[in-house]
């Protein structure tokens, strides 16, 4: 009992007076067994934020890519809002004078003189060679026919002075007869009258007339006092591109 005493006394006497031993290490006075390795640690707490880097040198600048494909349209929007009104433009200056159009025109009389109560032959025209009315020009009094420049509808109309004798006469178009008028004469003691007329289609060219039908029919009588006369005039026209007729 008193030995194990004396060891007890020795051993702590060596584990204070030994400064230069190292921490957990006891002298192999016992020789024993590895301990069991410990447990991991935690984690330890995040550690502060480190401090920003210098900026670095401006590098020189990259050469320019390829342009890239177009892209598919996109999708049209809805349609906007319609704006405010706009002001009123400036007044702009004043074009020229257009062409004046008239209507179109073809109208004409004529009256038989003294000089042609003469017989006049059958299948011959009257010539009606005083003219009464004749602007557009399109009767001759030189051959006592009417030839048609303006397309369309005409009224062609005879007033005729019979006078000791009977008169038959033809009105023509283009070498046709459209109409005829008779006057027989009945010993009558003053001059008497006969008339007619007609509407008639004509296109440029068409020629009208007044033909005697008869030889022995052709009383035609004109004087101081009373007059045979050929009138025709257009009603109106047939021009397809445009209502008015420039002169």
């Given at each position: 009992?008193?030995?194990?005493?004396?060891?007890?006394?020795?051993?702590?006497?060596?584990?204070?007076?030994?400064?230069?031993?190292?921490?957990?290490?006891?002298?192999?006075?016992?020789?024993?067994?590895?301990?069991?390795?410990?447990?991991?640690?935690?984690?330890?707490?995040?550690?502060?934020?480190?401090?920003?880097?210098?900026?670095?040198?401006?590098?020189?600048?990259?050469?320019?890519?390829?342009?890239?494909?177009?892209?598919?349209?996109?999708?049209s929007?809805?349609?906007?809002?319609?704006?405010?009104?706009?002001?009123?433009?400036?007044?702009?200056?004043?074009?020229?004078?257009?062409?004046?159009?008239?209507?179109?025109?073809?109208?004409?009389?004529?009256?038989?003189?003294?000089?042609?109560?003469?017989?006049?032959?059958?299948?011959?025209?009257?010539?009606?060679?005083?003219?009464?009315l004749?602007?557009?020009?399109?009767?001759?009094?030189?051959?006592?026919?009417?030839?048609?420049?303006?397309?369309?509808?005409y009224?062609?109309?005879?007033?005729?002075?019979?006078?000791?004798?009977?008169l038959?006469?033809?009105?023509?178009?283009n070498?046709?007869?459209?109409?005829?008028?008779?006057?027989?004469?009945?010993?009558?003691?003053?001059?008497?009258?006969?008339?007619?007329?007609?509407?008639?289609?004509?296109?440029?060219g068409?020629?009208v007339?007044?033909?005697?039908?008869?030889?022995?029919?052709?009383?035609?009588?004109?004087?101081?006092?009373?007059?045979?006369?050929?009138?025709?005039?257009?009603?109106?026209?047939?021009?397809k591109?445009?209502?008015v007729?420039?002169?």
């Amino acid at each position: 009992m008193a030995s194990l005493s004396l060891w007890a006394v020795l051993l702590f006497f060596l584990i204070n007076s030994s400064n230069q031993l190292e921490d957990n290490k006891i002298p192999s006075l016992c020789t024993g067994q590895p301990g069991i390795p410990g447990s991991p640690g935690g984690h330890g707490s995040p550690g502060q934020p480190g401090r920003d880097g210098r900026d670095g040198r401006d590098a020189a600048p990259g050469e320019k890519g390829e342009r890239g494909d177009r892209g598919e349209p996109g999708v049209s929007g809805e349609r906007g809002f319609s704006g405010d009104r706009g002001s009123p433009g400036e007044k702009g200056e004043r074009g020229e004078h257009g062409e004046c159009a008239v209507a179109p025109k073809s109208a004409f009389s004529a009256k038989l003189s003294e000089a042609r109560s003469a017989p006049v032959p059958v299948e011959g025209a009257v010539v009606f060679d005083a003219p009464l009315l004749n602007e557009q020009g399109d009767y001759n009094v030189e051959t006592g026919r009417f030839t048609c420049r303006v397309p369309g509808v005409y009224y062609f109309t005879v007033h005729a002075t019979v006078y000791r004798a009977s008169l038959q006469f033809d009105l023509m178009k283009n070498g046709h007869v459209v109409a005829s008028f008779f006057q027989f004469y009945g010993n009558w003691p003053k001059p008497a009258s006969l008339s007619g007329g007609s509407l008639l289609h004509l296109v440029p060219g068409d020629q009208v007339w007044v033909q005697m039908a008869l030889q022995e029919y052709n009383g035609f009588y004109s004087s101081s006092k009373t007059d045979s006369t050929f009138t025709g005039f257009l009603v109106y026209s047939d021009w397809k591109n445009s209502a008015v007729f420039a002169v």
